[in-house]
């Protein structure tokens, strides 16, 4: 163990660490607007191959690359927790994901039974040599723990990332191999979803939320009854509702389901309840993302709890939409926003350069402008799950919107590369 | 208050408060209010960072004989963010609003990663390694961060 665990500079990763995560991650948005624009009735059903390619370019690749990343980061200072050789794993890992995801969404979106097989074996292995890490990092740690309930939550979401990594090579090898399995496919599915929205995605946003929302918005604390209770809670409630339904009993099955939407609404509604008493009074275009991310979640929650109850076709799609591009990918803007003109600025500060000062390195125009071209793409692509007409259109938007996403991160770090001269 | 963690962490969000007050009142253009609340929040933190390097950092080092370890690196980042602190009234003296903005939203997150790290590691191993003369020292810290405070 380090004589100072997380606080020293030196335990801090060097920038390419995480870097390299985030500036990839947006082109994967760009691609998946690329299967968006050239596949044809690509959101009809949620089950069609460009749709599940679609879902896995955003999901692995857009999502995971930025979570991981931030983990790298966040890890040592909420946590104590510096992983062993950071650029190492970093590179590695990186890359042998964004190889896996690409793999993925090929052989699904071809019906290529080895490219599915390669790369859901791709992303394990970059799963593993990263939460090998993240484990070998959390066990050093200092015992003595704050108040904060974050190191807890962030040990879950790394175990629910852990089960949807498990139930996506399954899935994989009885789509490539065969494999049979005593329960029906979709099944199967919607447990792997399950598991990665909320055990992985949920539980690592409320883990980041307990500490960003109060400390960077300025606003009370969320109740200690909340945090202290929420990620357990959701954790036996996905406990129970995937032993329900594999175990083929409809209503304890139904009723879990329900107590998960109920869980993800309360997360959402208290943290939209914390924003309005945010003492900071000139909400900035990521404050403004981030408020929407919320809403868009309550909305697809609502969407969620009708495909439970209703058989409405497109309901499905209208779900995926919101839950992942909406919540999802507009929270996951609006912290990058914040994470990558800092971490600019904190390793030019550390190297002893005088740094030009956050608005400088990313002023706020074009940060707006782009998460502005988010909500609109967010629309569009609704409106694409009802009339799939519209999907090349919200395929281009999408496009617009990484494209963007990725060149304003670029500014940043070439803003901070000038600085060093 | 009971633990040098609660008290410093209530301290933190003192500060925020008046940092917020000092930004709200640039972001509409009062400049004499602005002045006013940075001239607060400036004497908060500097009182908040002096209690921590001459009061609690000296017996953290004492007892463990830690001198190069996390109280060293805390000690580092108080220099990083009096310097931004300096850059911002410079901004403020200046009335230039963006360029205020622009140091307000790197000195916020630079004291929020700076917070996190004390609160969710150093004070509890403050609080852990100092557990005997704990209820002294907070009281003591206590006084100074008021005391500072109202001067």
Same mark, same amino acid.
């Given at each position: ?27 994967? !948005? ?16 949620? %089950? ?43 590179? @590695? ?25 390669? !790369?859901?074996?791709?992303? @394990? ?39 949807? @990594? ?33 055990? %992985?995605?949920?539980?690592?946003? @409320? ?39 594999? !175990? ?71 779900? !995926? ?16 926003? =914040? ?14 350069? =005088?740094?030009?000062?956050? =608005? =400088? ?61 | 208050? #009971?633990?040098?963690?609660?008290? /410093? ?11 917020? #007050? ?19 929040? #400036? ?19 004492? $007892?463990?004989? /830690? ?5 060293? $690196? ?18 403020? $003296? ?14 916020? $997150? /630079? ?41």
């Amino acid at each position: 163990m380090s004589a100072n665990p997380g606080l020293a500079y030196q335990d801090t990763p060097p920038f390419s660490a995480p870097l390299r995560f985030f500036l990839t991650a947006p082109l994967f !948005g760009v691609v998946a607007g690329l299967v968006l624009l050239f596949a044809p009735g690509v959101l009809e059903s949620r %089950w069609t191959p460009p749709a599940l390619a679609l879902v896995h370019l955003f999901a692995a690749g857009f999502m995971l690359q930025v979570m991981l990343g931030a983990l790298l980061q966040v890890l040592p200072v909420v946590a104590g927790a510096a992983m062993p050789a950071p650029a190492r794993v970093a590179g @590695a890992s990186h890359l042998v994901l964004a190889g896996g995801t690409l793999a993925l969404a090929w052989g699904l979106g071809r019906i290529a039974p080895e490219a599915i097989l390669a !790369g859901a074996g791709l992303l @394990a292995a970059g799963l593993l040599i990263f939460l090998a890490a993240a484990v070998r990092a959390l066990l050093d740690a200092p015992a003595t723990a704050g108040a904060s309930r974050t190191p807890r939550d962030l040990r879950y979401a790394l175990a629910g990332l852990a089960v949807t @990594a498990a139930l996506g090579v399954l899935l994989a090898l009885v789509l490539s191999r065969g494999l049979a399995l005593p329960v029906p496919l979709p099944m199967l599915v919607d447990l792997h979803a399950g598991w990665g929205w909320l055990g %992985w995605g949920g539980l690592l946003l @409320a883990a980041t939320s307990w500490v960003v929302v109060p400390m960077f918005q300025i606003t009370p604390a969320y109740p200690a009854r909340l945090t202290r209770h929420w990620a357990p809670t959701v954790l036996v409630a996905l406990l129970a509702w995937s032993a329900a339904t594999l !175990g083929g009993h409809a209503l304890p099955a139904t009723a879990t389901g329900l107590a998960l939407l109920a869980l993800a609404a309360l997360f959402a509604i208290a943290t939209v309840r914390l924003q309005s008493r945010s003492r900071r009074s000139t909400p900035d275009a990521s404050f403004r993302a981030f408020r929407l991310a919320m809403f868009a979640a309550l909305g697809g929650l609502v969407a969620l709890l009708g495909t439970m109850l209703t058989d409405i076709e497109r309901l499905p799609v209208v779900a !995926g939409v919101l839950v992942m591009h909406g919540a999802f990918g507009g929270a996951i803007s609006a912290m990058l926003y =914040k994470i990558v003109p800092f971490l600019t600025w904190l390793h030019l500060t550390q190297a002893g350069i =005088k740094a030009p000062n956050m =608005k =400088k390195l990313l002023p706020d125009a074009p940060m707006r402008r782009q998460l502005q071209a988010h909500a609109a793409t967010l629309a569009v692509l609704l409106a694409a799950a009802v009339l799939p007409v519209l999907a090349p259109l919200a395929g281009l938007l999408l496009m617009v919107e990484f494209g963007w996403l990725f060149g304003n991160l670029l500014r940043a770090v070439r803003a901070g590369r000038r600085a060093r001269g | 208050m #009971s633990t040098i963690a609660e008290l /410093m962490t209530h301290d933190h969000r003192e500060c925020d408060h008046l940092f917020a #007050s000092a930004e709200t009142h640039a972001a509409k253009g009062e400049w004499e209010a602005a002045a006013q609340a940075m001239d607060a929040f #400036s004497r908060a933190l500097q009182a908040h960072f002096d209690a921590e390097e001459q009061q609690l950092f000296p017996r953290f080092e004492a $007892v463990t004989g /830690m001198t190069g370890g996390p109280t060293q $690196v805390m000690r580092g980042e108080h220099a990083d963010m009096r310097e931004t602190l300096a850059a911002m009234q410079d901004a403020l $003296v200046r009335r230039d609003a963006a360029d205020f903005a622009g140091e307000a939203d790197t000195l916020m $997150v /630079m004291l929020q990663q700076h917070n996190m790290k004390e609160e969710n590691i150093l004070y509890p191993m403050c609080d852990a390694r100092l557990a005997d003369e704990r209820t002294e020292l907070a009281a003591g810290l206590a006084r100074r961060l008021g005391a500072r405070a109202e001067a």
